[in-house]
């Protein structure tokens, strides 16, 4: 049973910054999506990356913003966040998809996947 687990979510000031990391069990064989879900509004994907590591892709939200990429000697997939808004409130999630195709970071991040595998989430509030 794969399991994704968030952390690095908590309180901070516009224009802080923040890392999430999600802890993914088989690290190599999928491909990782950040979503967040603001109070009142769907779940959005925020930025995606292939097993491999070689492709990336982000909504325009997190657009120089936020960094998405894998880190290899712990075994997560992280989600650097800089200049954090508030709108950024969210509880932030990660998912996954088996798949090898270089493309899978696109098409997560345009919500092209039904996702079966998520983590339980980890909160990020952006306040002053």
């Known amino acids: 049973q794969l399991q994704l687990v968030e952390s690095g979510g908590g309180l901070v000031q516009p224009g802080g910054s923040l890392t999430l990391s999600c802890a993914v069990s088989g690290f190599e064989r999928y491909s990782i999506g950040w979503f967040r879900q603001a109070p009142g509004k769907e779940r959005e994907p925020v930025a995606c990356i292939t097993s491999t590591g070689r492709n990336t892709a982000y909504t325009d939200a997190a657009k120089g913003r936020f960094t998405i990429f894998r880190d290899r000697d712990k075994m997560t997939v992280d989600l650097q966040m800089n200049n954090l808004k508030l709108e950024d409130t969210a509880v932030y999630y990660c998912?996954?998809?088996?798949?090898?195709?270089?493309?899978?970071?696109?098409?997560?991040?345009?919500?092209?996947?039904?996702?079966?595998?998520w983590g339980e989430g980890t909160s990020v509030t952006v306040s002053s």
């Open positions: 998912a996954a998809e088996f798949s090898p195709l270089e493309t899978t970071a696109r098409d997560m991040c345009a919500d092209k996947y039904v996702l079966d595998y």
